[in-house]
């Protein structure tokens, strides 16, 4: 799967997705990340992507002309249309469902505004769907757009050792994941429960489930009402 990221900050969201996994996964080729600079495609000779808001108001906001070249750069490369994600709070807000949604593309656009905001001719123009992460504001796109990419790529066949972690992880059945146990048996005065040590597969898996509903009662109770 590939991924271009339109960004004013490429630096930033590389080093954060150059290690652990997603690194790995670029490393064996499952999995490709670029980072576009926006500014490379402003026409203003001092590199500015920015301006006052008609209408007056506080900020900046990102201009449409070189964010639509360096979307266009990419389509110009491909040979067709991508679809592009763009990352603000006026989205739907980002789940493991629609990160389900974007794992059988082949290739999708993450757009990561800043200042106030982005000219909205160009979202019109190109943007495709509108995804948060919270309701929450934060100062640019680019840790939205990491941490799509990061659950995104989990999904990828290949790029988890054991491809049956990603079913049996946390809201994969819209229920939290089950607490884990390694050795030592006995730490600090607790012990792993025993049913984790009888061997019976079928009981543990029932263990397992059981404990998903209660943590997921306690903590999510939201989950189980859908």
């Not at 960004?7 to 490709?32: H, K, Q, W, Y």
């Not at 929450?136 to 799509?148: I, K, R, S």
């Amino acid at each position: 799967m590939k991924f271009y990221i339109l960004t004013l900050f490429p630096e930033m969201v590389m080093s954060g997705l150059n290690t652990s996994i997603i690194g790995r996964a670029m490393d064996n080729g499952l999995i490709d990340i670029e980072a576009i600079n926006i500014r490379d495609y402003t026409i203003d000779k001092h590199k500015k992507v920015d301006d006052y808001p008609y209408g007056g108001g506080a900020g900046m906001v990102m201009q449409a002309q070189p964010v639509y070249d360096a979307y266009q750069s990419i389509v110009k490369k491909v040979g067709h249309n991508i679809p592009c994600v763009y990352l603000t709070p006026q989205g739907r807000t980002f789940n493991q469902s629609i990160a389900k949604e974007f794992a059988i593309l082949d290739e999708v656009v993450l757009l990561c505004g800043h200042y106030e905001g982005i000219d909205e001719r160009v979202l019109e123009e190109i943007v495709t769907d509108y995804i948060s992460i919270g309701d929450f504001v934060l100062t640019g796109g680019e840790l939205p757009a990491m941490m799509m990419v990061d659950a995104i790529s989990r999904l990828v066949p290949g790029v988890l050792h054991n491809d049956d972690s990603t079913v049996q992880e946390s809201f994969s059945n819209n229920l939290l994941e089950y607490p884990q146990y390694t050795r030592p048996e006995e730490w600090n005065g607790k012990r792993v429960p025993s049913i984790l040590l009888s061997g019976n597969h079928a009981k543990v898996e029932k263990w397992r489930y059981d404990m998903s509903v209660e943590r997921t009662r306690k903590y999510r109770p939201d989950l189980l009402e859908q």
